[in-house]
């Protein structure tokens, strides 16, 4: 049913209003920028970046963050953090950040729901081990936000605004920064040499302040929800031995169980009362040292831990033999073979990419876009022969 010119006059009356209460540094849907030509005028109920969230959330690939690794992988505890939460809370986190400080929250939500789509399975050890195959395959280094725009840009062509894409291009959490100012890049041209830069193990800025705010979200989300994991699973005491006084002088908790609500309220309410008062997107001196400390801790006594990490050997001979397997079965045209059946001809595909890509190629994109329990069974599949059966007649011989 169409809407009534009354109607849509009042939705623009509204979305006009909107506008005007958005900082100056915000990034309005009037500048967003599609990579594919001319296109109509965006339905008046779903602007330009409302519209990217929809079809991040309808691609293939962001179906698949229901089985990929957070942290703890091969754990049988269904409390624990997935991907799938993990973007969820980062989005959730990025906009009330965004709401406070009248940024554009539609950009901040469809940037966050499609930031981690890169990720493999077994999250960043399996990175690691992908990246090590495909530069000894001679395609350069392997990098999960690299791997998003990928993704959403070339392999399903889900055609999204430049915005969007260089804030997914620029979230990376891991790397430690206490403030960011937009780069405020706004060409296709400039996007694509910052994607660039990030293939080659460079970290770009993003181009506005929603792309900021997105980044460090992603931060708050895993840093508090990963220790609140690990002592789910027995990883770390409750006592959280050595956690940093500074860290604990500022978030004050009283027990364990507070831990992650405390980490997001703290970090988020510092940086809303920082980036209001600076030009920066970013944290307070103090509390970005305590965010510092934190990761620290962290990386310490749950990502480097010897007890996460007692089966890694055994998941990287899984990432060479499906590395090998799927090469060997292109260039032997096994047309049989899963990555024909589930990627190559897949009508999700687009034409256009096959083409262009290598084998090499192929097979890292297929193996990115792999679930945990996917690879698993893929793995299995690869390395067990296949048992046949024979049926006899009732006399026994052969039919």
């Not at 060479?320 to 595909?349: G, N, P, Q």
Request: charge should be negative; hydrophobic fraction near 40%; glycine fraction near 6%.
């Amino acid at each position: 049913m169409n809407l009534s010119d009354r109607t849509l006059t009042a939705i623009a009356a509204a979305r006009t209003a909107r506008d005007d209460l958005l900082s100056p540094r915000a990034c309005r849907d009037g500048e967003a920028l599609r990579r594919r030509g001319a296109r109509p005028e965006e339905p008046i109920l779903r602007p330009p970046f409302f519209r990217d969230a929809d079809r991040i959330i309808h691609s293939r690939a962001f179906s698949r963050y229901i089985d990929k690794t957070q942290v703890f992988y091969l754990l049988d505890n269904e409390h624990i953090t997935h991907r799938v939460i993990h973007v969820q809370l980062a989005a959730k986190i990025a906009r009330t950040i965004g709401r406070a400080l009248g940024l554009n929250e539609d950009l901040i939500e469809a940037a966050a729901l499609g930031h981690d789509i890169g990720h493999t399975p077994f999250g960043h050890l399996g990175e690691s081990y992908l990246s090590t195959l495909c530069e000894a395959h001679g395609i350069g280094r392997f990098s999960h936000n690299v791997q998003s725009v990928r993704f959403l840009d070339d392999i399903e062509r889900c055609d999204l605004t430049l915005q969007v894409l260089d804030a997914i291009l620029c979230h990376d959490g891991e790397r430690h920064v206490s403030g960011i100012v937009p780069d405020g890049c706004r060409t296709w041209e400039g996007f694509e040499a910052k994607r660039v830069h990030a293939a080659g193990g460079g970290v770009p800025v993003p181009a506005t302040a929603e792309g900021a705010v997105v980044r460090f979200a992603d931060t708050i989300a895993y840093l508090g929800r990963d220790l609140q994991d690990a002592v789910e699973v027995d990883l770390i005491p409750r006592e959280l031995p050595e956690f940093p006084a500074k860290c604990r002088g500022i978030f004050r908790f009283d027990g364990v169980d507070e831990i992650n609500g405390i980490v997001i309220d703290t970090f988020a309410r510092d940086i809303i009362e920082y980036s209001a008062e600076n030009d920066a997107i970013g944290f307070s001196p103090e509390v970005a040292d305590c965010l510092g400390a934190l990761k620290d801790y962290n990386y310490a006594h749950i990502y480097e831990n010897p007890v996460l990490h007692a089966g890694d050997h055994k998941i990287e001979r899984m990432f060479s033999l499906l590395f090998d397997t799927f090469l060997a079965d292109l260039e032997d045209e096994r047309e049989d073979s899963f990555i024909y059946k589930d990627f190559i001809r897949a009508e999700w595909v687009a034409e256009e990419y096959i083409t262009a890509a290598s084998n090499a190629e192929l097979v890292r994109d297929y193996i990115a876009g792999m679930t945990d329990k996917y690879f698993l069974t893929l793995a299995q599949s690869a390395l067990m022969p296949e048992r046949r059966f024979r049926t006899f007649n009732i006399s026994g011989s052969s039919p």
